[in-house]
């Protein structure tokens, strides 16, 4: 009788789970892959997406694909509901439950309102490719809305865009939605004028992009503005509603807030039964397991783990280097080898603000403006998976970058 090979159940097809599973390509392990969706999304992109820049499939590759050619993956397109940690057993939605050797969770994070969820319907956040097509349906029906108003008052608050929340994704969201305004649309429309758009970016911290140096946080401050941005640091939002939003006391008349202000781990994580941080991460062991079940890892944004004394970020790089780990902590535990601990290596922070706009933080190297857009460029081209992703996106990018224009710009009702 033919033994029954290891199995290892990996929940979520992001950065962490898909590299986890890729580098367990030629072990004698069967590996059930599960995702809510049917796609691998390249998340730093999706910002391009919401603001009709790139189409969807330009961002995001079917995991079966991805997957085709190694064949001890079963991918399923399944939600879990249910996680036994002892028995390291998960439950789909459909009632049915999956037995593992090894289980790893990476199932990513969500949007956290601060205990305000009731703003969710006003202020929609930017996780996955259903919110990408929300936002830019949101983004160009605010303009078709303004052009059809005959109250001049309704027209500026059609014109108004909040965007809450000043790290990358904000200030990528700002930056681009100006340019949209000033450039893209601005002879596109015949009542209205939009390039007389307000957008305005709102951060309760002192300054934009706080995971920058001071220095760079003030250039691309002024990167913003250059492209027409109102910039407003230690401004607190205390009301979303439907038709305002209320900012340091202020009340902002506005159809479109954008909330890209923090995020909450997956709730998967409270299944787990393991000590949590105040976002919901788990607070996993040095080696990525779950305390007191070596055989259970967490990774990605799920996971909260300290390295050299800092807080690993939350974001790709470190998510491919924790799935990474955990396949070779795997491999270890086959071979009955010590398992190592994980070691971040910090590749610095990059983010661009519009056309020929970005800042870069890499070591020693400070780099802003066109410099940076470029080096910015290539390297989320280089990253893209698959050749026609990354063909695509150049093409895109080359003809927005001579013309303005966007040509993702379809939205349906």
């Not at 790139?54 to 509901?81: D, K, Y």
């Not at 300054?207 to 913003?224: H, I, K, T």
Request: glycine share 8%; charged share 20%.
């Amino acid at each position: 009788m033919t033994a029954q090979r290891p199995r290892l159940i990996v929940v979520g097809g992001g950065f962490a789970g898909l590299w986890c599973v890729r580098a367990l390509a030629g072990e004698a392990i069967d590996i059930t892959l599960l995702d809510r969706s049917n796609h691998h999304l390249f998340q730093p992109l999706l910002y391009q997406v919401a603001t009709g820049g790139l189409s969807a499939p330009a961002i995001a590759a079917p995991l079966r694909h991805i997957l085709r050619r190694q064949r001890n993956v079963r991918v399923l397109m399944a939600e879990v509901v249910g996680i036994d940690a002892t028995a390291r057993r998960v439950r789909l939605a459909d009632g049915q439950e999956l037995d593992g050797d090894w289980l790893l969770v990476a199932s990513g994070s969500t949007h956290a309102y601060f205990g305000n969820e009731h703003w969710a319907p006003h202020a929609h956040g930017l996780k996955t490719l259903d919110d990408a097509m929300r936002i830019r349906a949101q983004v160009l029906g605010a303009f078709e809305h303004a052009e059809l108003s005959s109250d001049p008052a309704e027209r500026a608050a059609w014109l108004n865009f909040v965007v809450v929340g000043a790290g990358p994704t904000g200030v990528e969201l700002a930056g681009t939605l100006a340019e949209i305004a000033r450039h893209t649309l601005r002879s596109e429309f015949r009542s209205i004028d939009p390039t007389r758009a307000r957008v305005l970016l709102v951060e309760g911290g002192s300054r934009v992009l706080s995971a920058f140096e001071p220095a760079m946080s003030a250039r691309a401050q002024r990167q913003l503005e250059r492209l027409g941005v109102e910039v407003r640091t230690n401004a607190a939002v205390t009301a979303v509603a439907a038709d305002h939003a209320i900012i340091a006391g202020e009340r902002i008349a506005t159809h479109t807030v954008l909330w890209a202000a923090g995020v909450a781990a997956s709730p998967l994580g409270a299944l787990l039964g393991a000590p949590l941080d105040r976002a919901g991460r788990v607070l996993v062991q040095p080696d990525l397991s779950l305390p007191g079940h070596p055989r259970i890892f967490v990774a990605g944004d799920l996971a909260c783990l300290r390295d050299r004394e800092r807080q690993i970020p939350g974001v790709a790089p470190a998510a491919k280097q924790m799935g990474t780990h955990v396949a070779a902590a795997i491999r270890a535990q086959l071979r009955k080898r010590r398992v190592p601990s994980f070691r971040y290596r910090d590749y610095g922070a990059l983010a661009t603000i519009g056309r020929m706009a970005a800042v870069i933080q890499m070591g020693r190297l400070r780099l802003s403006g066109l410099p940076a857009w470029w080096f910015w460029l290539a390297a989320h081209v280089f990253f893209l998976i698959g050749f026609r992703n990354r063909l695509v996106v150049l093409i895109d990018w080359a003809w927005a970058y001579w013309t303005h224009q966007r040509h993702a710009r379809i939205m349906t009702r």
